[in-house]
């Protein structure tokens, strides 16, 4: 009989389960991708998208709340819970517009904020200067230490020091080290600015302990709902409680109108689930199988920008190959492994071809891969990377590839 789905629209479904099949043919080495459970999808797809709940729990500016409210406020109580924080607002869409309220409640247009360069590690709305994080604001930007590709606290301080910014924004989207929190609250309290963590790469491995939170020392802290948290694609900020109303009121009415209640429900199930011992387990792997990946790769010559990593991402840089990252990633597409092309520090190469590979392990974690199947995928990129021209060699890969993922399927239950 079929799905209402394919009865309605079979053009649409048949894209959709061509991009099921897609996904669970291939091995997803994208740092901020991962599976949610099929709990966390029923929610996603329930009858609350029907709903809209501009306002806040027991302040709504429509009727017909009598569980939006429950669901919202359960959302935030699990936060609250899993991260130790103080405040929770559940309904930023997108990472993004968690990084524009949370400075929009703590800074005036036109003050400066200072954060990590977009081709150092850093993301577009740290304050790069084509997205409007970098317009509004007089931004200043950090880098790594290009001798050691780690961050350098007293290169940031010195320049915190220069610049005197409203906002120190900690966090990063391709820095595959520990971040020290400590110092980042350290110099903002030095220079009296206030300290906003994005911690959307790294949620997970904050929520199951295995990297240091964020929560004890920043005044406001970011997040994307969907990387190694594996929930729902959305975001969220937690705070001190001295913040509450300015970032509330951030980002209703200041960025956004209605929340995305499907979306807010999803993450409440996805935070339950990350409150489960098994998901300390799952981040523990994340990080045991990054290190591997990140071994058997130095081991075949690859240069990874700070030498290796202490989390779930690995940033290749592909100079010393004589490869770019984009024919690269899309041989290795061509053979079943996805992955992105990157910017690496002290890039000559333009963003849209840059001398980057980003690799992470959250996705091919929760398939429940481990160390082993680390050892092959590095051979495979290897293999593909030394015959980038060679179909006979990458179709081989790919037939290969295929098996390993009906030998791991996507799980659809994590409890
Ligand atoms: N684009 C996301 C990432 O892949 O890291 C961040 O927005």
């Not at 935030?76 to 929009?104: D, I, K, T, W």
């Not at 970032?247 to 960025?255: I, M, R, Y």
């Not at 840059?354 to 974690?365: D, E, I, K, N, Y």
Request: hydrophobic share 35%; charged share 20%; proline share 5%.
């Amino acid at each position: 009989m079929g799905s209402s789905l394919e009865r309605t629209d079979r053009q649409v479904y048949e894209l959709i389960c061509g991009e099921e099949a897609r996904q669970a043919g291939s091995i997803r080495l994208i740092p901020s991708e991962n599976y949610v459970s099929k709990a966390v999808r029923e929610a996603t797809g329930s009858c609350l998208t029907n709903k809209y709940s501009e306002g806040y729990p027991t302040k709504r500016y429509y009727e017909g709340q009598q569980f939006t409210d429950q669901i919202e406020m359960l959302a935030c109580q699990r936060a609250m819970e899993l991260f130790g924080a103080e405040g929770a607002n559940v309904q930023p869409h997108s990472g993004s517009e968690a990084n524009l309220a949370a400075y929009g409640a703590l800074a005036e247009p036109g003050d400066t904020i200072m954060g990590l360069a977009l081709p150092h590690g850093g993301h577009l709305t740290h304050g790069w200067k084509v997205s409007y994080t970098g317009k509004f604001f007089k931004s200043v930007q950090y880098e790594l230490d290009p001798s050691t590709g780690r961050l350098d606290y007293d290169r940031i301080e010195q320049l915190a020091k220069e610049h005197r910014p409203k906002i120190l924004i900690s966090g990063s989207s391709a820095y595959p080290r520990q971040i020290d929190f400590a110092q980042f609250d350290r110099i903002a309290k030095a220079v009296g600015a206030y300290h906003i963590c994005d911690m959307a790469h790294i949620a997970g491995l904050v929520a199951g302990g295995v990297h240091m939170s964020p929560i004890p020392y920043a005044d406001v802290v970011t997040t994307t709902t969907h990387k190694t948290l594996r929930g729902p694609r959305g975001g969220m900020i937690l705070f001190k409680q001295q913040h509450a109303a300015a970032v509330n009121k951030s980002v209703f009415p200041g960025l956004q109108g209605g929340p995305h209640m499907h979306t807010i429900s999803a993450l409440a199930v996805a935070l339950k689930e990350a409150a489960l011992p098994s998901f300390q387990e799952y981040a523990r792997q994340i990080v045991k199988n990054a290190k591997r990946l990140a071994e058997r790769l130095l081991e075949y010559g690859f240069h990874l920008v700070s030498g290796g990593t202490d989390n779930h991402l690995i940033l290749i840089d592909l100079r010393n190959k004589g490869l770019a990252g984009k024919p690269l990633a899309k041989a290795l597409d061509r053979a079943h492994i996805e992955c992105n092309y990157n910017s690496v520090p002290g890039d000559t190469a333009p963003p849209f071809n840059p001398s980057g590979l980003r690799l992470g392990t959250p996705a091919t974690t929760t398939r429940g891969m481990k160390e082993e199947q680390m050892d092959q995928i590095a051979l495979w990129i290897k293999t593909v990377a030394e015959n980038l021209d060679n179909e006979l060699v990458i179709e081989k890969v790919g037939r290969q590839v295929q098996d390993l993922c009906r030998q791991f399927p996507v799980p659809e239950v994590f409890v």
